[in-house]
């Protein structure tokens, strides 16, 4: 059975930079296509950035282009957010997701056959 098991949030100030990890056990971690969304406190749930099982297509929600980096390391079963420029209104729980056989572009949904790790916090202060 897939688990994943998010790490690195925190509390941090506007304009920092934090990376996310997010750790897959439990299955052969390249024919997984990946993603991060976030929830924050009375709000749904929602996309951020995804990635192809190869690493060669990304994607992003327009609300962190050009802030935010997704990537991975096949060899270590992980993938990143690399967070830039952070804002308030960044804070929330950050989950990562992963669905076997999917494509980067099928990642931005919330797709029943998703797993999902717990989640880990990221707070930003002004």
């Known amino acids: 059975q897939v688990q994943l098991v998010e790490s690195g949030g925190g509390p941090v100030q506007a304009g920092d930079s934090l990376r996310l990890s997010c750790a897959l056990s439990?299955?052969?971690?390249?024919?997984?296509?990946m993603a991060w969304f976030r929830q924050a406190p009375g709000k749904e749930r929602e996309f951020v950035a995804a990635?192809?099982?190869?690493?060669?297509?990304?994607y992003y929600a327009d609300s962190v282009k050009a802030r935010f980096t997704i990537s991975r390391e096949n060899a270590k079963n992980t993938v990143y957010l690399q967070m830039n420029s952070l804002k308030p209104e960044d804070t929330a729980g950050y989950y990562c997701?992963?669905?076997?056989?999917?494509?980067?572009?099928?990642?931005?949904?919330?797709?029943?056959?998703?797993?999902w790790g717990q989640g880990t916090q990221v707070t930003v202060s002004s």
């Open positions: 439990g299955g052969l971690f390249s024919l997984y296509g």
């Open positions: 997701a992963a669905r076997k056989w999917a494509a980067a572009s099928e990642m931005s949904t919330m797709h029943p056959g998703n797993t």
């Open positions: 990635i192809s099982r190869s690493a060669s297509t990304t």
